[in-house]
Antibody, heavy 122, light 111 residues
Framework: QVQLQESGPGLVKPSQTLSLTCSVSGGSISRGGYYWNWIRQPAGKGLDWIGHIYASENTRYSPSLKSRVTISVDASKNQFSLKLTSVTAADTAVYYC??????????????WGQGTLVTVSS | QSVLTQPPSVSGAPGQRVTISCTGSSSNIGTGYDVHWYQQPPGTVPKLLIYGNNNRPSGVPDRFSGSRSGASASLAITGLQPEDEADYYCQSFDTSLSAWVFGGGTKLTVL
């Protein structure tokens, strides 16, 4: 059973960088065939896909966030990370890390972390 | 404004059947990209409900079914139960954006 756990600061100041880490247990992040995703959800709103990394080094990001986002993997720690620069109050949300599996022509999320609330405020 | 459009809310009485639509375009569902569905009861983490248009993961009751036609997809729930009250999201891939995309979500109320 794969488990994911987000960690990182719950409060970030405006204009600073939001950094989160997702620790994966129950399976190696280096094993191919999976997408390692970050998804966020502002309070009372819908799911917002941020991006993912696959095959350890290939990334794909939401066009609306692409200029500010970096997702990377630390295979030695079985972790992957999110960095979001120049944050504003609009980036306040619950951030989920999640594993994506392939199905035919795209992928879906089969395992989710519990989510971590990040508030952007001075 | 989500790339995939869902109705904000639907409702039904216990035992009834409801459907939730997910309307896309020629750059996502209409091109043939698979649609997946998630259920998120209040205060919980989303859970995979349907993958690949019409496949149920182990443990999901057969009251839940999915379909895709043209540029749209639908989630049907039969024999509605109180515990089905949740937000439901569709998800696919958009080739113009080169990104995974979610629908805006639909709140299901069991009357």
């Amino acid at each position: 059973q794969v488990q994911l756990q987000e960690s990182g600061p719950g409060l970030v100041k405006p204009s600073q960088t939001l950094s989160l880490t997702c620790s994966v247990s129950g399976g190696s992040i280096s094993r191919g065939g999976y997408y390692w995703n970050w998804i966020r959800q502002p309070a009372g709103k819908g799911l917002d896909w941020i991006g993912h990394i696959y095959a350890s080094e290939n990334t794909r990001y939401s066009p609306s966030l692409k200029s500010r986002v970096t997702i990377s993997v630390d295979a030695s720690k079985n972790q992957f990370s999110l960095k979001l620069t120049s944050v504003t109050a609009a980036d306040t949300a619950v951030y989920y890390c999640a594993r994506g599996d392939h199905h035919d022509n795209n992928g879906y999320i089969d395992y989710w972390g519990q989510g971590t609330l990040v508030t952007v405020s001075s | 404004q989500s790339v995939l459009t869902q109705p904000p809310s639907v409702s039904g009485a216990p035992g009834q059947r409801v459907t939730i639509s997910c309307t896309g375009s020629s750059s996502n569902i209409g091109t043939g990209y698979d649609v997946h569905w998630y259920q998120q009861p209040p205060g919980t983490v989303p859970k995979l409900l349907i993958y690949g248009n019409n496949n149920r993961p182990s443990g999901v009751p057969d009251r839940f079914s999915g379909s895709r036609s043209g540029a749209s997809a639908s989630l049907a729930i039969t024999g509605l139960q109180p515990e089905d009250e949740a937000d439901y999201y569709c998800q696919s891939f958009d080739t113009s954006l080169s990104a995974w995309v979610f629908g805006g979500g639909t709140k299901l109320t069991v009357l």
